[in-house]
């Protein structure tokens, strides 16, 4: 047997694939092939084995998956075949014949290696499960199912398969692989576990979209009505803040004006500050009223009658309807509402009309505040320019009869 048999057999596996091996097999082709002799050439150099049995397990390495050119049934049997006549016409004596041919055999998936030889070869044969190429190899070797008619996967059929086979069916053999890749094999386990909890995930996320579009009309009022009311809410909220800061800013005007301009008018000299200090008074003033209005609560008799209740022209659902009256009577009108569907929701209704026709009445006086405020600080800035205008010129006309002769 000539010393070059490696790359004999590298030559002659590439050639057999490139010429007799159908296309449809993306996954057990030379690639394959050559990644699998990588793993086993990795394992022999931390394994003690001698040259011999090197020899044979790289071989073997190289031809284990030849027999896939005649079709995947039964390939181990006529890989060991090629790899029979591969070795006897490049000299090869019969007991590295056989032990090649033993070595090919134990590469079936669901049978257990005898030997420390076979542990190797069968570790190298399924070294990608820990490797981290193994999402591509995984792809091609399903591609390769569908493409065979073999059978067809969802990506989450093949998914659990893949679980299936890391947890049940597969596991490392040797004491390099063991202590080496078991690790990486699990790290590829996790993530095929989290892409299914994550999957889970979606799915729960997508049929909770497909219920909540094919829920019944109630929800969908009920839903309604809970965002309106808030929205109302929300608002009247903002309107009082509004009118809170309008009155700050306001009262912070009247007593600096109190406190630093009011005093000052009694003096002949400041004379000229009374009118735009009273426009900004006023308009402050006017201001803080309307501010006021708009804030101030409105809380009707809190009491109504049972023709009332029976006419439906009163709303429960507010409170200044019914803070004076005797619990019982209320609760026995509230349940009284409550048997007919449709009466709840008309109270419904009329609280957030109600609640809208406040709302308008709060923000038509909030623009008027906003507007008078407005005028008051444009109004009192021109009053107090004209005044200082007014007072330049009585200077100069002051001085020019005095600099006559």
Known sequence: MTDNIFLKVDDFVLELFKTQLDETYVYHNYMHTARVVKSTKEIIENTEIDVKEEQALIIAAWLHDTGYIHGADGHEERSATIAEDFLKDNGADQSLIELV????????????????????????????????????????????????????????????ENIRVFTEKHRYYSDYAIKNWNKDKNENLMKLLKKKKKNKQKLKKEKLKVDLKNQSPERAIQTLFRTALRNHIKLSDIADTKANILLSVNAIIISLALANLIPKLEQVSNRHLLWPTLILVLFSVASIVLSIMSTRPNITSGEFTDDEVRERKVNLLFFGNFHKMPLNKYKDSVMDLLEEKEEVYESLIKDLYYLGVVLARKYKLLRLTYTIFMIGIIGSVLAFVIAFALLDLDSIVDVIPATNP
């Open 101 to 160: 041919k033993q070595l090919i055999l134990a590469t079936k998936f669901n049978g257990t290696p005898k030997t420390t030889l076979e542990e190797i070869l069968r570790d190298a044969d399924a070294s990608h499960f820990a490797k981290d190429y193994y999402d591509e190899t995984s792809e091609l070797l399903k591609k390769e199912l569908e493409l065979r008619g073999i059978a067809t996967y969802t990506n989450k059929e093949w998914r659990k």
